[in-house]
Every structure is written in C-alpha cells, then in structure tokens.
C-alpha cells in the first residue's frame, strides 16, 4: 500500500483523466513486484485517486475510477484487493450521499458499534492473538503496580472495564508482593453497554482475589452515557486509598462529543488519582481534510489487516473481526458532520488536550520498558517505539496503538 502512495504521488499530476496506464511504464516503482503485487499495486493507485477526486467533489469522475478499481479488486482476492474493496464501498457510498442518490442512515449503528465493540467475542478472539494489546496492556498493568508500590490500600478506576483480563496480572502481582502487603485492592467497573458482562467480570476477579488470600472488593458503575459522570460516583473513594484511572480504549469515544469528554476529564482530576494510563488509537482519522483522513485510514486499517492475515488466518473470528472493522472504515470515510463518530487522534494531539487539565506525562520505568519489549518481540512484525514519554505499538512500522501514563498536577 505504501509503494502504491509513492506511485500515486509520482504519476497523479499527469493529467490523465482516467489515471489508468499499463503497468510497464511506471519503472522503478514496481522493480521487484510479481504480477499479483503489481495488480496489487495498480487497484491501490486507482483508489486513491479515485479519493483525490471525491475531495475535490469531482464525482463523476471518481465514479469512472472506482469501476475500474472495482472491475480488478474482488472481496475474495488478495489482503490488499479485501482492503481496497473496503474503501471503494465506503467511496461510493460517500458519492451517493453527496449526490442525493442515498440517504444517510444516522450514526445510532456506529454509536453502538463503538461502544459495544470491546464485548464482541470477534474483539476478545483479536485481543488474545494480535500483540497490541498483550503488549500495552502489560506495560500499563506494570506502570500502575509501580504507582501504588508503597499503597496498602489501592482502588482502581477502569472507564471501560469490558472482560477486565488485565486485572488479573495486576491482582496476582500485589498478592505476590510481600514488602507493603495489600490490606484492600477495590476495583471501580465503569461501562454504559453488557452489565451482566460487568457482573461476570466482577465475579471473576473476586474468585481469583480470594484463592490469592487478596482482600477485594468490586464496584460496578453503570451509565447510559458518559455525560452523566460527575463526583458523586466516586463519593466512596477513601482518604487512605492510593487511586489509580485505567483508560483503554474509551477517551476517542467522545471525541465527537468534546463537552462529554471535557467533563470526565474534569471528574477525574478532582479525583486526583496517582497515575491514569491511557491506551488510544494512534492515527489520525479526525482530519478536516477528507484526503488526508482517507490516506491515514487506509494505511491504518491496511497494517491492521495485515496483521489480521499473519496472527488469525486460521481463527474463526478472523473474517468477523474484518467486518467490524469495515464498519469504522465505511464511517470515517462516507460519514460527515454528527454521524461520523470514529475520530481517533494521535498522542500530540491528546498531550495538548491533557495539558488544559493539569496532566503531566510520566515516563516508563526502565524495567518496564525491557521486559514489555521482550513482549514485542514473541511475534515478527510487531515494532515498539517511543513517543516522547509514551509508546506506540505497530505492525511493520505503521503505528497502531499508543501508550502513555499521566499524573495530574
């Protein structure tokens, strides 16, 4: 995909309408490729073409460039030929609305898509087998047992709390701790989506915190929606308690809804807990600039794939997981205005927006760093980087998801 960008970047100013030229002609750029890469290749640099134009609002011809894209590529093809099938739909459904030929259906299916996605067994299966999250999440548990390394008395705030498998190295490592032995660990459960996924969860973990001898307790806290947070949920918060924030996954939730985010940002720090670890998606998909949103998605989604192909191939949940995704492509790129909800930015762009808070970003230990590094290393492909303070986990160098842990100030 990226040897399609450099192509297109190279050969789209050349005036051909129709941007279709015989592949023999374009070099250096395809030295090395077998026939199927260069077809590969070819359906890549009509689409985005076919984007360029839809940015422009020149649809008829994006129209004539997407049925050529859409005469090679098949949904049953290759991983590129799946991915740029993918983007064409969401192209056309997108040139459809534009032009009154299809009218929006409203984002109540996306709303419930991006919040009920980490309760889809699709998602848990994908959680087990690709390496972003073991890896984050391992370093976030670590950071955070480091936080409350001194604590007798810990509580834990998680803002999306799903399966909670991460809680269960952090329970197994303070009831192995013997210097500052644990009097009480609670556990605050926050979702607005599967209360009875909520209460099984709870169950687990006082099942594994008592074989641990580990005192425990376990709150659920219930929401239709995250703009009804405010202080009086966290009344029970004790004095004595050193206060941790878990945030994976839940903060770009209500980047369409900044008033919402603001005013959780503001709960938890009168909370004023230790440390909040945040795990975010690290691209932009919330430009204004529909091209330059298209070209992140693509590359984006197209390294997620990839490493869909590599870590589920045989996994049932494989060709599920793909779906799920094809609905976040289809919103970023045929969705405007209130409708299009999956917005995700990058880390700067969440340093700035923690800063007005009094968030101060905290750096990870060196241990931690070695040891979530051997993490990365169990699966090929899988690249590890730091981002100022934070991490960003990939596939092949195309960062996917970010780490980083904040202290509030």
């Known amino acids: 995909m990226r040897v399609a960008g450099a192509r297109y970047v190279q050969f789209s100013r050349q005036g051909d309408e129709e941007f279709y030229m015989p592949m023999h002609h374009f070099g250096y750029a395809l030295s090395g490729l077998c026939e199927e890469e260069m077809k590969d290749v070819e359906i890549a640099h009509l689409l985005l073409a076919a984007a360029e134009k839809v940015g422009y609002q020149q649809f008829e011809r994006a129209s004539r460039l997407l049925l050529q894209c859409e005469g090679i590529a098949s949904f049953k093809g290759s991983l590129v030929q799946r991915v740029v099938c993918y983007f064409a739909d969401a192209l056309r459904e997108r040139i459809d609305i534009e032009t009154g030929m299809y009218a929006s259906k409203g984002n109540q299916e996306m709303f419930h898509y991006v919040q009920g996605l980490g309760t889809n067994l699709a998602y848990?299966?994908?959680?087990?087998?690709?390496?972003?999250?073991?890896?984050?999440?391992?370093?976030?548990?670590q950071a955070m047992i480091?936080?409350?390394?001194?604590?007798s008395r810990v509580h834990v705030i998680d803002l999306e709390i799903r399966f909670g498998v991460q809680w269960t190295g952090f329970i197994k490592a303070l009831a192995e701790r013997e210097e500052c032995p644990v009097e009480l660990l609670t556990i605050t459960a926050m979702g607005g989506r599967g209360k009875q996924n909520i209460k099984e969860t709870g169950k687990s973990l006082a099942s594994l915190a008592k074989s641990l001898n580990l005192p425990f307790k376990f709150k659920e806290?219930?929401?239709?929606?995250?703009?009804?947070?405010?202080?009086?949920?966290?009344?029970?918060?004790?004095?004595?308690?050193?206060?941790?924030?878990y945030a994976s996954f839940v903060l770009r939730t209500m980047i369409p809804r900044l008033r919402c985010l603001e005013n959780l940002m503001r709960v938890m720090r009168n909370i004023n807990p230790s440390l909040m670890v945040v795990i975010e998606v690290e691209a932009n998909h919330n430009s204004p600039s529909f091209v330059n949103r298209f070209l992140d998605a693509l590359f984006y989604y197209s390294a997620f794939f990839d490493c869909l192909e590599k870590c589920m191939k045989h996994n049932k949940y494989r060709v599920i997981m793909e779906d799920l995704l094809r609905k976040g492509i289809r919103n970023i790129v045929a969705a405007e205005g209130r409708e299009r909800v999956v917005r995700s930015v990058k880390l700067d762009v969440w340093r700035a927006f923690f800063a007005k808070f009094g968030m101060v970003e905290t750096s990870f230990s060196n241990s931690s760093l070695y040891q979530v590094s051997l993490v990365a290393k169990k699966v090929c492909?899988?690249?590890?980087?730091?981002?100022?303070?934070?991490?960003?986990?990939?596939?092949?160098?195309?960062?996917?998801?970010?780490?980083?842990?904040?202290?509030?100030?």
């Open 221 to 245: 806290v219930i929401v239709s929606d995250m703009k009804d947070i405010n202080d009086h949920f966290f009344d029970e918060i004790k004095d004595d308690e050193a206060v941790v924030v």
């Open 381 to 409: 492909c899988t690249t590890l980087d730091r981002n100022g303070k934070g991490l960003t986990v990939g596939w092949k160098g195309t960062p996917i998801h970010s780490l980083s842990a904040w202290e509030f100030r």
């Open 124 to 141: 848990i299966a994908c959680h087990q087998e690709v390496p972003f999250h073991p890896v984050l999440q391992f370093a976030a548990v």
């Open 146 to 151: 480091e936080a409350v390394a001194n604590e």
